[in-house]
């Protein structure tokens, strides 16, 4: 086993500023290239080279300067941004942004390595999206189904159960029969969050179907610009190289994007929207798209970035860039939460746009798609009724009118509302879809194909599918 | 004179033996409905008392339930945690091994020929000019305006185990 090529150290410190080293003489080293900065006790932090100009090399070291004494300092660059030992060695493990382990095991191991940048799959190598990802969550099961290749995002407002929904679903969603795996990256963490993250995941990761990537609050804001990198990383060799079908779940996106904005500002560049760099939606799909199938590739990487949109803006830049890239969204709302029902998804509000390629018959239920879309067309109705009974008053509505409004309470309650550790499987999401709509008269209930309808309605034997 | 009629005895007593009878009957009927009150409290309570054993019998068996699969969980956890410790400790002892016997090598005959080698490497990198110092622990640090090169016996040791890769599993597969 040969020690590889000799590094070469740099000792010529010129500055020590917040959490970035400024090194002089430096010679071909390139923007974001891996350091390792060695303290004269031996000590080793690392470090992302942020910025290069002449012979002045700026590094942000990820575990921050405190204690650090610029004369007994050796930056060594890796000539290459990170890598990390990718396979099956990551199934079970927790470790931090930067992939070190916080489960108190020994480093990640691999048989290869791979740089953590990834690059976007090829598009005329792409397959498209196909067959369910099954999460156990209802409203997203039955009426946004997420397809594998997918990426999409939930939306979120501070105070909603964001955390609470990506861990179930983490711990939760399946892709039946076939081999599954989930990558949870979470970035700017509080400890509480980490914490209970950490707990409600164990058990999956004791089983070796879940690898927890925990990037806290406290930690450097470069690590959280790794994290999602890393998360992808290890996703697609699990993917691409193992057969599996891979879900990985980013929260909080919004955190993600905050740090770069710290980044891009370190690097003095011009801001844009917000403060927030002008290559922000490159950026971003630069993410979200390292996700999909490969044609002649056995599994699959699906996205489920969660970002909390800012005073519930959606127009706010992150939401909105989020919004060109990924195919559709769920959307949680204030409203519904405060009725007091979880999952508080706004049905409306949300979409699956490559639901078709995954629900229906010969992927989940022959009546799927046809009862997502006649609850979608009654909700709607429902609210429509609702706003006309704020104007003239329920007397005022039509008895179709009042019906659809009678029918609201017990889509939130009997289909929407499940608790947060009850994993409904599709047969049960579409059945409490069907209990809901069966509460309108057959009239109302026209996007439902005649047989179907009367299957339910005449001798009311459940799931008679033609 | 005519005497008052003999022994009208009692001429209330029908009045009071109908009144007993009443009376009688009254009791009767409040002693039958208080019984089939007392016989339907009694059910009630029984009905009660066995819905509520039921339900305690259920909610005791949903609560074991729990109890039980939170206890599988953490023993799973606590398995796994042990698991990961012991693997921790065997890279760490196989770091300290491989660095003691590298360090070891010091001793060796051929240690200066190494030691040559190392610095010739150290001027490849660093140039003609760069200063060559042995490292305490075995091997050279190389040093030129600057920069500086670790070919300490340490520093090649711990590049050849990042290097190592997957085969450091070896230590805990079987």
Redesign the interface.
């Known amino acids: 086993m040969s020690a590889g090529p000799v590094p070469v150290g740099y000792t010529s410190i010129r500055e020590l500023r917040g959490p970035l080293v400024v090194v002089a003489g430096v010679g071909g080293v390139g923007w974001d290239e891996f350091g390792t900065i060695t303290l004269a006790s031996g000590e080793r932090r690392h470090g992302v080279v942020l910025e290069v100009r002449d012979d002045l090399a700026v590094v942000q070291v990820l575990e921050g300067t405190g204690g650090l004494d610029p004369t007994g300092l050796r930056v060594t660059f890796s000539g290459s941004p990170l890598t990390v030992p990718v396979g099956e060695g990551w199934l079970g493990r927790t470790c931090d942004g930067k992939g070190a382990p916080r489960d108190g095991g020994p480093p990640v191991f691999g048989p290869v390595s791979a740089p953590v940048e990834g690059v976007a799959i090829n598009p005329v190598r792409r397959q498209p999206p196909g067959e369910p990802v099954l999460t156990g969550i209802a409203a997203v099961d039955a009426l946004t189904t997420l397809v594998r290749g997918q990426k999409l995002p939930v939306f979120s407002t501070a105070g909603l159960p964001h955390l609470e929904l990506a861990v179930q679903i983490a711990a939760q969603a399946t892709t039946a029969g076939e081999r599954f795996s989930v990558v949870f990256a979470g970035m700017g963490l509080t400890h509480a969050d980490a914490f209970f993250v950490r707990e409600a995941l164990e058990e999956r990761a004791a089983a070796g179907e879940l690898c927890l990537l925990l990037n806290t609050a406290d930690d450097p804001v470069i690590e959280r610009i790794l994290t999602p990198r890393l998360a992808l990383t290890v996703a697609e060799h699990l993917a691409f190289g193992g057969g599996r079908h891979v879900l990985v779940i980013m929260t909080d996106m919004t955190s993600y994007a905050e740090a770069l904005r710290e980044v891009s500002a370190a690097r003095g560049e011009v801001p844009a929207r917000r403060a927030y760099p002008g290559y922000l939606y490159s950026d971003l799909a630069s993410l979200y798209e390292r996700c999909g199938r490969i044609i002649g590739r056995p599994g699959s990487v699906t996205v489920l970035p969660v970002l909390t949109m800012p005073a519930g803006d959606i127009t706010h830049p992150v939401p909105d860039l989020t919004g060109y890239i990924t195919e559709g969204q769920i959307v949680l709302s204030p409203q519904i939460h405060a009725a007091g029902v979880y999952p508080p998804v706004d049905a409306l509000a949300s979409l699956s746009r490559l639901m078709r390629k995954g629900a229906g018959p010969g992927r989940t239920r022959p009546d799927h798609l046809d009862v997502a879309a006649q609850l979608i067309a009654a909700l709607a109705r429902a609210r429509q009724a609702g706003e006309l009974a704020e104007l003239a008053g329920e007397s005022a509505l039509s008895p179709a009118d009042r019906r659809y409004l009678a029918m609201y309470p017990v889509y939130l309650h009997d289909f929407l509302h499940q608790g947060r550790d009850t994993k409904l499987a599709l047969d049960e999401s579409l059945e409490r879809a069907w209990q809901v709509l069966l509460t309108l008269p057959p009239s109302e209930l026209g996007m439902l194909p005649a047989a179907l309808l009367n299957a339910r309605t005449g001798d009311g034997t459940p799931g008679a599918v033609p | 004179m005519t005497s008052a009629p003999a022994a009208a005895a009692d001429p209330l007593a029908p009045v009071r033996a109908a009144l007993v009878r009443a009376a009688d009957e009254e009791a009767e009927r409040l002693v039958a409905a208080a019984r089939r009150d007392a016989e339907a409290t009694v059910a009630a309570a029984r009905s009660r008392s066995a819905a509520l054993l039921r339900e305690a019998r259920h909610r005791g068996q949903r609560e074991g339930a729990r109890a039980a699969a939170a206890a599988v969980?953490q023993a799973?956890?606590s398995?796994?945690?042990g698991l990961?410790?012991a693997?921790?400790e065997?890279?760490?002892e196989l770091c300290r091994t491989v660095f003691a016997q590298v360090r070891r090598c010091r001793r060796e005959a051929a240690y200066p020929t190494v030691r040559d080698r190392l610095a010739g490497?150290?001027r490849r990198?660093?140039g003609p000019e760069a200063t060559v110092t042995e490292h305490p622990h075995g091997g050279v640090i190389g040093?030129a305006?600057?920069?500086?090169?670790?070919?300490s016996l340490d520093a090649?040791a711990g590049?050849?185990l990042e290097?190592?890769?997957?085969?450091?599993?070896t230590l805990w597969q079987t």
């Open positions: 969980a799973h956890r398995a796994r945690a990961l410790k693997r921790a065997a890279y760490d490497q150290a990198v660093l040093t305006d600057g920069r500086s090169a670790d070919l090649v590049r050849v290097r190592c890769g997957a085969g450091i599993e």
